[in-house]
């Protein structure tokens, strides 16, 4: 079997990287229909993004059946911050910092003699 590679990537997610990460750590290194079902069961708000980068990874691998796929690499980087203000005592201003993350999955299959 040839390598295929399927390469998914979210910019901007409304959560922050480091709320995402807690939710890639648990797929990191697994088979995508195992990271799949992990994901769909998740509590977190994030893991249905997540689930949906996913899948998205795999379509692009071009590959019939995914249960030959493993997630090679997944971080969370980062994105840009939304500054909002608020009111603060004695007429100060308090600073609101809303969080993005940008996320990045790599799923590709392995060869048999690796195995």
Known sequence: MSNYKGVATYKNMRVSAQKVRLVIN????KKANEAQHILAA???RCAKYVLQLLKSAVANANLE??????ITSVYANE???IKRIRPGSRG????????????TIIVQ???????
């Open 109 to 115: 299959t392995t060869n048999e003699e690796s195995l």
């Open 42 to 44: 998740s509590p977190k």
């Open 79 to 81: 994105g840009q911050y």
């Open 26 to 29: 648990m797929i990191r290194s």
């Open 92 to 103: 100060n201003i308090l600073r609101i910092c809303r969080r993005s993350a940008h996320v």
């Open 65 to 70: 059946g995914s249960e030959h796929l493993y």
